[in-house]
């Protein structure tokens, strides 16, 4: 014992000792062979025998009798020990005292549960904490965690923590930012909005080199840093932080020469001074919250502390350690690089450092303890500043560290031997006292390989502390970088661990609480049998888990020990038979062997992405009997994150006590109640000895309860299992032990088992379904039996959601072979708003192509008492069933038979609530209500003119239901592959889709209008057009040049016929190539021009294939593909080619020949755009851009083509994937035996989603204009800096955010007129209220009658383009005779005049979702005649259009609704109402009625909307029957920008009761003194009276006074104001005198 030098030996009682560290050792069980091993923490990557990160002066010995013992020495100095074969055990400190602490056990366990209640038990981790986690040293920006965290999601990994390492930091700063993480806030906000959670790296070492640095200056002002004895200067050296403006780095210097150049100068901090607690608590607060600017605060979950030795890059200092004895100590230890001094790799031995106490103190005595000095500051302030109990994790450890730390064990290799000598640190570190650690898994330093990371997921699955990690220039290793079957490896063993955690966390419970070890040596257990006391091969989890690992190359089968227990295969439930000996086992490389021991009862719970999924999953129970038939266990359970839950008594513990006949689950603790409501539901008891299936009954509280459950015993394995049950977690229970015929259905009832191909008896009975012949048409031959679908399990009800797991009824055939069937679904049902709801069925295996449009649901279920609707999950056959709780309505039930989920068919069918049923697009429907009489609807984006039964342009599998109270609902897949639709009379609704999943969202309204607000709002709201688009529009295909454009516009100008917007079809381009501009429209920019000097607009089309034959230069081409934006056949960047509307350049077209000749000499090649890719939408946005700025001013797109089209089928040279292109199930599509690629591009083209994941066409096809939409409308909005408008033909739900639609290549057929009334009132319930037809008809020569009816009936239309394809007569207005432009400008001049009430109404859709082209029975659902009424309709719910759709017809059959009616023309009231009435409709007139009870803003019409705006506003006030009315106005500029967003409108409410208008103006920021609209009329209809003498005007604070005109017979009072220049924003109020 001398002043730097004390040593004392001791024998042994047996040569075994397990434990000093931190250091690598080759076995758990030390070596006594003069074997010496230094302590003195050090940034050292382990290997063997080198001294490493921590220090723990504590070993476990046995004793030959199997008793074992502990023995700490209290010691902070340097240190080693020497053993020898005596056996005896040397100790050598260089200082302080000896102060040895000795536990007396006497098992194993014991002496780690009287060890850590002495120095401290070990830290409970919140629950997520032991879900999977990733991290890599080497993340250049956030975009990279973002790309791992988005293919993480898409293969279904679970996983739960996502790091960032010093990467994130600027300059590898604390507390700063990197500008490449710039996203880094929002990333984590949505990470952990997704259930994640999130942890950073924090070093300890702060630059003293940097301006403006608020964490070095405080700690500067709070004297917080070591320094020289006698408060003399800060200690500096240099660690990972760079010099400020370094912005680069010679990584071909050496290291030394790097630290020199780039490394700043650092400050440590000293952690035992109070001063440094409270520092580094504030900083922490400050990166948390960063009150200076919130919106880039990280929201981090845990803190890692690393290089807190602590690490230098330099000895001792930047100016050295002086001549002090205390670096180079009279004794040095065996230690790594000794002969370097104790200051290598850290600071020098002579600075000094403060007590808490204020006592100084050298680094010399207390440098092994600062890591442990930093571990409780850090834990303390992470609780303190998220308010959670979150994790530390700590490099730097020592006895105690444990209790508020974990602990990974360093910077391991990529070596087979680490995967070894993993299991032992974690086996050295349950005995320290610290669970929670685990080594990086498939190594930090150097390159892994496939094989070792497989092995090394597997075996780190079941570290306590789950990591994958890696370091800088290495390899990605995370589980998504490999292939497919190492993510299903890592999935499927990830599962396991999940399916465990209840099991995991509760012996984390036990170690907190008692000390007890989580990974545990076998000895520890089975100490009596010997063998047990040299395994470190093996581990358990608890006493109940046995963990076999492969750890050696190439293996495929390892010996493994078993101890004298009863063992069960995890996997297969069989008992092993064998113990007490060693076992050869198979395992294949996806395989890690799992044992369970016999007497233990272990919980768990159903797995999912993350543990805050997962912890909503139904519970489980496996007992495993032991010899006597008896098992015991625990489940402790808390919300997973409060601090102190243990301590404060909020949690629940279960006990769990078998025999061979009973389970008793009891409740020890009931301090905590899960809101999941969880319940057990499945008990496995393994090892039940029975001469016949016991049956299960079910007690509480001693009496047998009713029990919804199931049980199988499996007479070969011994396996009793119980499912279905519904045991509430929280509650004791006792549990003991010891298809109907199939009847003819009628034939309504029946489901089609085999819809395409034609059926034959034989091949419907190969599918297990009946073959009856039936007489009536359409009843299916072949249908299903009672019994066929899936059988439900773990129905988990919560308060907000519902799960089940689904399995395929076996016994019956798989429809399609080709179509492999998924067994195992899972189910999720989930209450978003007591309003909308979704349930979704997929694979729980394996990761199935889900659509990517984003929907708007809250990120928390947002439910209350009030909610709308019940669930409820039914058996045999499984389906659901949801009840309208106001009547009881069952509205979905989907227990019907035919449920069928294959990988590529799927098929569902329910029930409804009655027949009427409106919806499903895009085809064209023969009525506004569906067909339920046996019809089967296709839905595929097809390049097909709208005819019956065709699928056309878009895609919208979408309905409304209508029941029979009248209440409604709506029913979304979000679904996009190709799909049909079949009703059948039951009332039954059966889907067939060939991909993806079901997933789907009901709306419960209950009003019609009410649905389509809610569906608009889950899909986006309809997109507000600018003013001008709401005028009458041109276009035609055929323009030979611009001099024809110029002729219709200046003969339209010249008729003064209301009209704003010209149009060019692809004429206007050279061969159709797209931003090109044709030789014979040279003058079309001039024109342009013109248009828009007179106040009107211009619309260009664009179609989305891009010809890739051109000679000359064409950098639409040639730089999409240096950007890679098209389309390529799989796994390469070949194109596959189609042909469109591009000719071949230089050739002579001969248009006599057909129209497959000149696809085949005259076509283009063509390339499609992928407009998912980020690449392609810039390069469109750009393109638009560029033909804007260079060649021609439009004003609007429209986006043709784009299903997308092709004029051949697939690909020049044909398509290359045979079953992607002829499914086993085709669809009920046009034409539908030459395969989904007719007329379109191959299905196996590759798409790329945004981050980068691939997509085969075959899942996206239905997505293509809906991809294209969105970048087109920013295209045009960038290019114009105007608000535009954007026509896309194909469209799926939430296209409307971004565009309008016309309903297609229609014909100049009577029948076209009513059919595009139901397509305008269908896309308005698809939340596409911009929408119309091509009046007078696409295709055909149109007539003059027909026309005329049309261009009526189009005048209502909210998008109002005439149109028409070449060859055919036109059809413009100034194409007929003058009563045709009569009959033209009448009916135009009432739409502009009514265009402000029109221009609110699409205000109204774009902020509430509301209908604009409205069905009556949206207004009117109680009067059941309007259900079924499609040949009228209303502009939102006060204008009434009767329209005359039939040749010949001078009159018009128009039902009027209960409610008070005005003749729009004459402002008559008409005295009808709840019937259907004859009106006159001569040729020139249509029927138009204004309801009672509204208020319609109006304007005098002009040419343009340009000058129809300045006119001043009226108001049409008709009355309802109690004299009242109400309306509003928007108004705006009527062109920029998010006016509605900024609030940059007017919009006010007006409201007549007591003859008096009051204007209530709930918003103005637009409307002023120099932004005047004028307040001009005011015409009151229904006024009844003798007279009206005066009206009196409240304005601008002012009273005046104007004298009306009143017409007692018509009851009609006009005022008109325009003489008096008043402003609408000013006027208050206007009342009117009458004599009654």
């Not at 204009?1265 to 194909?1290: D, K, M, V």
């Amino acid at each position: 014992f001398s002043d730097m030098f004390i040593q004392i030996a001791t024998r042994l009682p047996s040569e075994y000792v397990y434990g000093f560290g931190e250091t690598e050792h080759a076995s758990f069980l030390q070596d006594m062979d003069w074997k010496t091993w230094g302590m003195f923490a050090r940034d050292q990557p382990p290997e063997y025998q080198k001294n490493t990160y921590g220090v723990h002066p504590f070993y476990m010995g046995l004793e030959k009798d199997g008793n074992a013992h502990g023995v700490l020495l209290l010691n902070s100095n340097g240190m080693e020990v020497k053993f020898q074969p005596t056996p005896a055990l040397t100790y050598r400190t260089i200082g302080g005292i000896l102060d040895f602490y000795l536990v007396l056990g006497p098992t194993p366990e014991q002496v780690v549960q009287e060890y850590t209640a002495l120095i401290g038990r070990p830290v409970m981790p919140p629950y997520w904490g032991l879900g999977f986690q990733l991290c890599r040293y080497g993340y250049k920006s956030d975009a990279d965690i973002l790309d791992l965290y988005n293919k993480m999601k898409e293969a279904n990994i679970p996983y739960d923590i996502q790091y960032a390492d010093i990467d994130y930091m600027r300059r590898q700063l604390d507390f700063t930012v990197n500008p490449n993480y710039a996203g880094f806030p929002t990333l984590i906000d949505r990470m952990k909005k997704d259930g994640m959670r999130f942890v950073i790296i924090l070093d300890p070492a702060i630059s003293g080199n940097e301006p403006n640095y608020a964490a070095y200056e405080r700690g500067v002002i709070d004297n917080v840093f070591i320094r020289w004895p006698n408060n003399g200067d800060i200690v500096w050296g240099k660690v990972w932080p760079y010099y400020p403006n370094v912005t680069t780095v010679n990584t071909s210097l050496s290291f030394e020469q790097q630290v020199e150049l780039y490394s700043a100068d650092v400050a440590y901090p000293d952690f035992f001074r109070n001063s440094t607690v409270q520092w580094w608590k504030t900083e922490i607060q400050e990166l948390y919250t960063n009150p200076r600017q919130p919106n880039t605060s990280i929201k981090f979950d845990g803190l890692w502390i690393d290089m807190n030795e602590p690490a230098n890059f330099v000895s001792g200092s930047i100016n050295g350690c002086g001549t002090s004895d205390l670096n180079d100590p009279p004794y040095m230890l065996n230690l790594t690089d000794k002969d370097k001094g104790l200051n290598y790799k850290t600071i020098c031995m002579g600075s000094e450092q403060i007590l808490s106490n204020g006592k100084p103190v050298r680094h010399y005595d207390v440098h092994n303890l600062y890591g442990w000095s930093q571990t409780k500051p850090t834990y303390d302030a992470l609780h303190s500043v998220t308010g959670e109990r979150g994790i530390v994790i700590s490099r730097s450890t020592y006895p105690s560290s444990g209790k508020w730390a974990g602990h990974w064990l360093g910077d391991n290799f990529a070596r087979w031997s680490n995967l070894g000598t993993s299991i032992i640190g974690l086996l050295e570190f349950s005995l320290f006292g610290i669970s929670y650690v685990g080594a990086d898994i498939c190594g930090f330093n150097e390159d892994t390989t496939y094989q070792m990371c497989s092995r090394w997921m597997q075996l780190g699955a079941f570290y306590p502390y789950a990591r994958n990690h890696n370091g800088l220039y290495s390899p990605r290793q995370d589980p998504v970088a490999f292939d497919k079957a190492f993510e299903e490896m890592s999935r499927n063993v990830l599962n396991i661990r999940y399916t465990l955690l209840p099991y995991l966390y509760t012996l984390m419970y036990e170690a907190h609480a008692h000390g007890s070890t989580v990974s545990r040596p076998l000895l520890n257990e089975f100490t009596n049998d010997q063998a047990t006391w040299t395994i470190d091969k093996q581990f358990l989890w608890g006493p109940a888990l046995l963990i076999s690992p492969v750890i050696e190359q190439n293996q495929t089968v390892l010996d493994a020990y078993f101890p004298d227990a009863r063992w069960y295969d995890y996997y297969t439930d069989t008992d092993l038979g064998q113990r007490k000996l060693m076992k050869r086992l198979e395992a294949p490389l996806d395989h890690i062997n799992l044992h369970l021991r016999g007497g233990y009862i272990i919980p768990w719970q159903l797995p999912a992405a993350n543990t805050k999924a997962s912890r909503k999953n139904p519970m489980g129970l496996t007992v495993a009997l032991d010899d006597n038939g008896d098992a015991q266990g625990l489940l402790y359970w808390d919300d997973g994150t409060k601090i102190d839950a243990y301590e404060n008594g909020i949690y629940l513990l279960h006990t769990f006590n078998a025999s061979q006949s009973a389970l008793d689950i009891s409740v020890a603790h009931s301090g905590y109640y899960d809101p999941n409501n969880l319940r057990f539901t499945e008990i496995k008891i393994l090892g039940v000895e029975s001469s016949f299936s016991p049956r299960v009954i079910v007690y509480q509280y001693g009496q047998v309860i009713e029990s919804p459950h199931t049980s199988t015993y499996n007479f070969s394995t011994k396996v009793l299992h119980i499912k279905d049950l519904q045991l509430g977690l929280g509650q004791a229970y006792s549990l003991t032990w010891g298809q109907p015929p199939e009847e003819r259905l009628p034939e309504n009832e029946r489901f089609n088992c085999h819809p395409y191909p034609e059926p034959s008896q034989a091949s419907c009975q190969e599918r297990g379904c009946i073959w009856e012949i039936s007489s009536v048409p359409g009843v299916p031959l072949c249908y299903y039996p009672m019994n066929y679908g899936y059988f439900v399990s773990n129905i988990t009800e919560q308060p907000n959601s519902t799960s089940a797991n689904l399995h395929r009824n076996t016994n019956i055939p798989n429809p399609y072979v080709n179509s492999s069937a998924v067994d195992l679904l899972s189910l999720e049902v989930i209450f978003h708003t007591d309003t909308m709801l979704q349930f979704k069925i997929k694979d729980p295996n394996n990761q199935r192509y889900e659509v990517p449009v984003p929907l708007s649901t809250p990120s928390t279920p947002t439910v209350t008492s009030g909610r709308l609707y019940d669930v409820k999950i039914v058996n045999e056959p499984f389906g659901i069933q949801i009840i309208r709780r106001s009547t009881g309505t069952v509205i979905w039930d989907s227990q019907v038979p035919g449920f069928t989920f294959s990988d590529m068919f799927i098929q569902i069918s329910t029930r409804l609530p009655s027949q009427y049923v409106y919806g499903f697009g895009e085809t064209e429907h023969t009525q506004y209500r569906r067909d339920m009489n046996w019809q089967t609807w296709g839905m595929f984006t097809h390049d097909q003119p709208p005819g019956y039964k065709l699928n056309s342009y878009g895609f919208h599998p979408f309905y409304m239901g209508l029941e029979n109270e009248g209440n409604a609902h709506g029913v979304l897949l979000l679904n996009s592959n190709a799909m049909d639709v079949t009703f059948q009379p039951t009332p039954a609704l059966t889907y067939r889709t060939i991909g993806g999943i079901l997933d789907f969202y009901m709306v419960l309204g209950p009003t019609p209008e009410q649905v389509v607000q809610q569906y608009t709002k889950l899909i986006g709201r309809p997109v507000m057009p600018p003013y001008w688009a709401l005028g009458f529009q041109l276009c035609r295909y055929g323009y030979q040049n611009d001099s024809e454009v110029s002729e219709v516009y200046y003969a339209m100008k010249e008729s003064k016929i209301p009209y704003d917007v010209q149009y060019t079809d692809i004429d206007y381009m050279e061969r159709q190539l797209d931003f090109t501009l044709s030789p014979d429209f040279q003058g079309l920019p001039d024109l342009v021009d013109r248009i828009h000097q007179d106040g009107g607009r211009f619309i260009i089309i664009l179609d989305p294939a891009i010809s890739g034959n051109e000679t000359e230069p064409y950098p639409t081409f040639t730089d999409g593909l240096a950007e890679d934006v098209f389309i390529t056949w799989p796994g390469t960047k070949e194109i596959p080619w189609g042909k469109v509307w591009p000719d071949y350049p230089n050739i002579e077209i001969d248009k006599n020949t057909d129209a497959e000749y000149q696809v085949e000499h005259y076509r283009a090649y063509v390339a499609f755009p992928d407009f998912f890719r980020p690449s392609t939408r810039q390069w469109w946005q750009r393109e638009i851009e560029r033909y804007y700025n260079n060649t021609l001013k439009f004003d609007g797109l429209w986006t043709d083509m784009n299903e997308p089209s092709n004029f051949i089928d697939g690909a020049v040279g044909g398509c290359r994937n045979y079953i992607l292109n002829h499914p086993p199930y085709m669809p009920d599509l046009a034409l539908r035996g030459r395969g989904l690629d007719m007329v379109t591009t191959c299905m196996e083209g590759e798409q790329q989603f945004p981050n980068g994941t691939p997509v085969s066409h075959y899942n996206v096809h239905n997505l293509y204009g809906w991809s294209q939409a969105e970048p087109t409308y920013y295209g045009l909005r960038n290019a114009t800096r105007e608000r535009g408008i954007i026509i896309t033909r194909s469209t799926y739900p939430s296209s409307g955010k971004w565009t309008g639609h016309w309903l297609g290549d229609n014909f100049a057929q009577w029948d076209q007129l009513e059919k595009s009334i139901i397509g305008i009132m269908e896309y308005s319930i698809f939340g596409i209220s911009y929408c119309g037809a091509d009046i007078c008809g696409f295709f055909n020569d149109t007539t003059y009658e027909m026309c005329a009816r049309w261009m009526q009936l189009g005048a209502f239309y909210t998008f109002s383009r005439n149109h028409n394809v070449m060859g055919t007569r036109r059809q413009d207005p100034v194409s007929f005779d003058e009563p045709f432009k009569n009959i033209s400008r009448d009916v135009l001049n009432i739409r502009y005049r009514l265009l402000p009430y029109l221009y609110t109404l699409m205000h109204l859709a774009h902020v509430k979702g509301s209908t604009v082209a409205r069905p009556l029975l949206h207004e009117f659902v109680y009067e059941r005649e309007t259900w079924d009424i499609y040949k009228q309709f209303m502009w939102g719910p006060a204008m009434l259009i009767s329209p005359v759709l039939e040749e010949g017809a001078r009159s018009v059959n128009a039902y009027i609704p209960s409610a008070r009616w005005y003749d729009y023309h004459t402002g008559e009231y008409i005295g009808v109402r709840k019937q259907f009435k004859v009106f006159p409709a001569p040729l020139e007139y249509i029927n138009l009625h204004i309801r009672g009870g509204y208020i319609i803003p109006w304007q005098e019409p002009n040419t343009t909307t340009t000058y129809s705006r300045l006119n001043p506003m009226g108001l049409i006030v008709a009355l309802d029957d109690r004299g009242s009315a109400q309306g509003q106005l928007f108004w705006d500029d009527g062109v920029g920008i998010d006016t509605y967003e900024e609030g940059k409108y007017y919009f006010a409410t007006f409201q007549v009761t007591l003859n008096a208008l009051n204007v209530y103006v709930d918003h103005n920021n637009y409307l002023s003194d120099t932004v005047p609209l004028q307040f001009g009329h005011l015409h009151i209809w229904g006024l009844a009276a003798t007279s009206a003498t005066n009206i009196t005007i409240s304005y601008d604070g002012k009273t005046e006074y104007v004298t009306p005109e009143y017409n007692p017979e018509t009851q009609i009072l006009k005022a008109d104001f325009t003489d008096q220049n008043y402003l609408l924003h000013k006027v208050q109020q206007v009342k009117w005198t009458i004599s009654t």
